[in-house]
């Protein structure tokens, strides 16, 4: 018995996508017993041709999909909220299964789309919204369904991991890692997305959601990109035995569930350290499980396409033994924690006049605000001195006073940055 | 509703699963919606009291937990071929859904017992039985089934890459590392099955089914162990840039798919080349997803019960869902190539004579046999000469034949040992 597909996008993924199924079509039914087969290819502008899907397919209302009686399951590639939100909720309530790859629609909706399709009993995979080709989606939600899981660190953009990868092994300005992402094609003309850490804090809310089993809205998650990351700072960093990466941080607190996304400090002999150019890893930590690393393209036609193909085998298979789907996801109430609450470690790079005492008037603002300094480094210059500073682990918003009383000493000519230290001993 | 749970086996996995199920009961009922009760716990004898189990739970006869109509879905942790397969069969066969962290058993009868479970409609899962807490059945038999996977390579066995990581940073002797590996309970007093190579060969044969979605009998995977493995191996092996771990390796050739487990020389640079003591790692290779790897750990009660218990929960949601659940899980026909055919490389070490001449003769026992060679390290002692020899991928059977060849030298004194080269550039 065959399958009908309708794909919303024809992009990267979706023009991917849909060769595959077709190309693959044999390949497929052997060794999955599947005949899926592509109804419906919705795109924006159904004038123009497009290579590899035949024209009689293509439509330019992506809600032809829920009305065309052969389409059995959506498959949205399309990305963006709109209107790829309306389509996946009446999908849904169509009582269609439905496969996505959006993980800003993912994390702007999943309580209402999930409960949308418990309500059908019908399956919405994402396994795609997350680590591109890396099968994250089902190990959390479902192999470590009966785990406490602590911590989720995820590097999960990889455009700003290649950049920061190029900085630190060639000593590239920003710019010039970006001009080069660019040119390799890991980075958009127009990079926000990626280099405000806006894209890694969809995929942390998502994380978090299916790791703590609560739905983090993406306003909740504290959110800093890569723009201010300099050269200097990935040097310094290398001195102290650290690796700069943009991490997304999944945290279950005493105070509830914390999401973030912020450039931090990783010693070098951390997993998520080793992690180069544009792959992406996720680290996930629990009481009993340990550590568990997954790692491999984060991006890419050829990969997100494989997990959305896998996602569409396995909705097929629900779909076909006609089986109402107990749904794998729940999103209980939960705190979210403010970020100013979490405990978090702080690496200083202050610029200082290089004078008697200037030390101690350092340690008395963070003895002030309750922090307690695990290293300093101090380099004189000239006119004055460079200091490293790396604290212990206290509340943010400690952090936070502190540096703002150092700003206020005239001892201190700047605090020229200030990057999250995770993953260290105390 | 309550899902009845029956758990046949109550030594480190069982035990901690049931403790988790009685602990966590409250916390995995708020994150799932799902209230798992223990029922029943087989174990050999009945009569000794255990830790944390309630004496009325306790039965000697694994049978019972077929016949309690109070079990309604059934763990088997006790290993072993009997009467493990007997019990999973026959709970199937009742229409109760399984789940089971036995290598052994799945590795010998999965065909029979996939096709049990489906003719019944319930779950056979077994995500515990290769990786520990790692997830990879899922991610390989689900998230990958529209992949075609080419390669698997696993670090499937703590204990043995625990001696090889010993033997290697520590320059230990293979009868120090196994004595610190049974002092820290990383081997067994009878540690055959770890270093033979058994355990991973049935792991590998799990592996290759799931890849490759065919049926690959344990007695058709070519195994070797560490045992021959010694410190000066390791010592030249990390001259020449490789690290040497016990693999076992699943690969789709164009005579059919292989299944194997052998000590191999890997650059220190494979993401695989970093694993270190008891952790276990997979690695991904195929032509769409490029590579995945997943690691953590690969044994202990605390971790395997995890993947259980998440095993648990998701039999649990199909069975309150009342479906006939589709088998994500087929075994379609597929050749399996004999090991002589499978293309290899070997890096061989020789005692030779330090004489005019002796390199000419080993290369034309190789040239003879349709090898060729990449690389000669020559190193001259007073009396003789070691020699260091890297082949290029030739069929294992031509290797072989280069290597009886070899032996029948009179100038080489000793083929001292061969190892496979895996992961290397040609």
Same mark, same amino acid.
């Not at 479902?142 to 369904?145: P, V």
């Given at each position: 018995m065959s399958v009908g597909i309708g794909i919303a996008g024809a992009g990267t993924v979706g023009g991917t996508l849909v060769r595959r199924l077709i190309e693959d079509h044999d390949a497929v039914e052997a060794r999955t017993g599947l005949d899926l087969v592509v109804r419906r290819v919705a795109v924006r502008d159904a004038s123009r041709s497009r290579d590899g899907i035949p024209g009689d397919l293509i439509t330019g209302d992506v809600m032809d999909l829920v009305s065309d009686p052969s389409v059995d399951l959506v498959v949205e590639v399309m990305g963006g909220l709109d209107p790829a939100g309306a389509l996946v909720l009446a999908a849904l309530e169509a009582g269609k299964p439905v496969v996505t790859a959006n993980k800003e629609l993912v994390a702007a909706r999943a309580r209402e789309l999930v409960s949308a399709a418990a309500a059908s009993g019908v399956p919405l995979l994402f396994? /795609? /919204?997350?680590?591109?080709?890396?099968? !994250?989606i089902r190990p959390l939600s479902?192999?470590?369904?009966g785990e406490q899981v602590e911590r989720v660190l995820g590097i999960v953009n990889g455009t700003t991991n290649f950049m920061l990868t190029e900085m630190s092994e060639h000593g590239a300005a920003y710019d010039e890692a970006l001009a080069e992402a660019q040119r390799l094609g890991? /980075?958009?003309?127009?990079p926000t997305a990626d280099v405000s850490g806006a894209d890694a804090a969809a995929k942390a809310a998502i994380l978090a959601g299916l790791a703590f089993g609560t739905w983090v809205s993406p306003d909740r998650v504290h959110t800093e990109g890569i723009?201010? !990351?300099t050269a200097t700072d990935i040097r310094f960093a290398a001195q102290l035995g650290f690796v700069i990466r943009l991490l997304a941080v999944a945290e279950s607190t005493p105070d509830g569930v914390s999401a973030r996304v912020h450039p931090a400090m990783l010693p070098t002999g951390h997993p998520l350290a080793a992690v180069r150019g544009p792959t992406n890893a996720i680290f996930i930590q629990g009481p009993s499980v340990g550590e568990l690393l997954f790692s491999g393209p984060g991006a890419g036609g050829e990969p997100t396409a494989t997990a959305v193909l896998g996602d569409v085998i396995d909705a097929a298979r629900e779909l076909l033994s006609k089986s109402q789907v107990a749904p794998s996801i729940r999103f209980a109430p939960a705190d979210v924690v403010d970020f100013g609450e979490v405990p978090t470690r702080w690496c200083l790079r202050l610029e200082v006049a290089?004078?008697?005492g200037v030390l101690a008037r350092i340690a008395a603002a963070f003895g002030d605000a309750g922090v307690s300094i695990k290293s300093v480094w101090q380099e004189g210059r000239g006119d004055g001195a460079t200091v490293l500073l790396v604290t212990h682990t206290g509340p943010e918003g400690h952090q936070r006073v502190a540096a703002a009383a150092l700003r206020a000493l005239d001892v201190v000519f700047e605090v020229a940055s200030v990057i999250r230290v995770v993953g260290a001993a105390e």
């Open positions: 396994e /795609a /919204a997350v680590g591109g080709g890396i099968p !994250i479902e192999t470590l369904a890991y /980075a958009e003309p127009d723009e201010a !990351i290089d004078q008697p």
